[in-house]
């Protein structure tokens, strides 16, 4: 974690960004997500997403910008962004693509709007409107229009009415300019995709996917929509896509085989059990359909039934840090964190760079109630959170071991300093967590502990310092 004596004059956006971003979302995929609402938290399903991102990413310029791929708890297939540091994605999207050139065709499309910079453009558009009203309607028309691919998430309910009254001329102005930002970002994801010899075969597949939605939907005026009309997008799309050298181009393998995976876990999580159990049935002896399967029997019946499933899972492909991941998991979720422990270990040191599984491991360690294993948790915690800065969990954790250490300790600095830590940890927790009064309490006592100008004072003090930027 970058300590914010190296940075400080940078750590109030970088902190804000988090508090916007970070305290949504506090643990990985759970059997009881599929009716939670905010965002989903997976390493297996994270890695492979920026697997996917990477290449774009550097073609693009942007390989030494912060961009964070978050996925969304929703089953419609849309994507957006938000500014020049978070992209996210709908779990329905990555769940309908049937390859993962799909899904790097609608990264290529949203990182066309980071670098274009039209969300900043958006919102001087919008600004020179100087209408609230005008905002709202823009919204309604975003609701019954129905988003995907854009540079601001739609509701995706058709047909729900919008009065424009005197200022329809001016809106008809902001959306067609909407629809030239649409058009430059599918040409950007072309340029991309081109750069990184990737076929744009996936992203033609996905906007025609879009337009079949659209079917049906009666009386919509092309110039009153925020993207342009599915068939005139994927004619003009289709004409470049189809002249690059890369069309004919398909995923490799491995990578197939990676995303039918993460599809498998995002079914076997967000479905009902006896849903998964139709979609793949026992005669699909794949190993994705044996993933959503194990995770299926394990929310329907619990771990005995689930644990035969999941040493299968292992013994197929005894190199792969997520099933061993999910065996401590669900260990750990039926109260057995001892037994967690072993696969949970194994899974890190297979997956040395997964923080999340870093986190579940010290969780799983600090369960046994066992002193000897309070430094290897906080070991792990520490390591996780150097990859993972605003990881409320991590913190939760953090802090928690800690506090073991201060109720073990017997000199009475020691005790002091432990605390100050726990104290510290639990600040970092509530501050990710949105919590700013709770963060700043916690703040100021571990503040105390700590020698004046050292990093962790430094970190306290900051936190004490931080106010929530005023918006005009």
């Given at each position: ?5 190296q ?23 759970v ?48 994507a ?111 340029t ?88 793949y ?31 299968a ?105 432990f ?6 940890a ?12 709770l ?22 003090d ?11």
């Open positions: 974690m970058p300590l914010l004596a940075v400080r004059t940078r750590s109030a956006p970088r902190r804000l960004r988090a508090i916007f971003v970070g305290g949504l979302a506090a643990a990985q995929i059997s009881t997500s599929a009716d939670a609402a905010g965002l989903i938290r997976d390493a297996e399903t994270e890695t492979l997403i920026r697997l996917y991102a990477k290449p774009i990413f550097d073609v693009a310029g942007l390989g030494a910008q912060a961009i964070r791929i978050h996925l969304v708890n929703d089953r419609s297939f849309n957006f962004v938000v500014d020049g540091h978070n992209m996210f994605m709908h779990a329905g999207g990555l769940m309908s693509a049937k390859t993962p050139n799909q899904v790097i065709g609608v990264i290529a499309h949203e990182t066309g709007h980071i670098t274009g910079g039209h969300l900043a453009r958006l919102r001087t558009q919008v600004s020179r409107a100087k209408s609230a009203a005008l905002m709202l309607q823009l919204i309604g028309l975003a609701a019954m229009v129905g988003g995907g691919l854009a540079g601001a998430p739609g509701l995706g309910q058709a047909g729900m009415g919008v009065a424009f009254g005197g200022q329809d001329a001016a809106l008809r102005s902001l959306l067609a300019y909407r629809q030239d930002e649409e058009s430059s970002a599918d040409q950007a994801a072309v991309f995709l081109n750069a990184t010899k990737q076929s744009g075969r996936g992203m033609i597949e996905t906007f025609e996917f879009m337009g079949s939605k659209l079917i049906g939907v009666q009386g919509i005026n092309p110039y009153l929509q925020t993207h342009p009309l599915p068939q005139q997008r994927i004619v003009h799309l289709r004409g470049l896509v189809e002249s690059s050298p890369y069309y004919d181009k398909v995923d490799r393998a491995e990578l197939q085989f990676r995303h039918d995976l993460m599809k498998a876990k995002l079914f076997g999580f967000l479905d009902e059990p006896q849903t998964v159990f139709s979609r049935p026992e005669t699909d002896g794949s190993l994705p359909a044996l993933y959503a399967r194990a995770i299926a029997t394990y929310r329907k019946s619990g771990m005995n039934a689930a644990a035969p499933l999941l040493d899972l292992i013994a197929a492909k005894p190199d792969w840090p997520y099933f061993y991941e999910l065996k401590g998991q669900f260990l750990l979720e039926s109260g057995n964190p001892a037994a967690a422990v072993p696969p949970l270990r194994e899974a890190v040191r297979l997956g040395p760079n997964e923080p999340l599984i870093r986190v579940m491991l010290g969780q799983a360690l600090l369960g046994t109630n066992d002193r000897k294993l309070v430094d290897e948790a906080i070991t792990n915690l520490r390591t996780a959170l150097a990859r993972e800065d605003s990881s409320a969990m991590g913190y939760r954790q953090l802090a928690a071991a800690y506090a073991r250490k201060a109720e073990a300790a017997q000199a009475v600095g020691a005790k002091k300093l605390m100050a830590q726990a104290e510290l639990s600040a970092e927790a509530y501050f990710y967590e949105g919590q700013l009064k963060a700043k309490h916690q703040a100021k006592r571990a503040k105390a502990g700590f020698i004046d100008g050292t990093p962790n004072w430094i970190k306290a900051d936190i004490l310092a931080f106010e929530v930027p005023r918006t005009n």
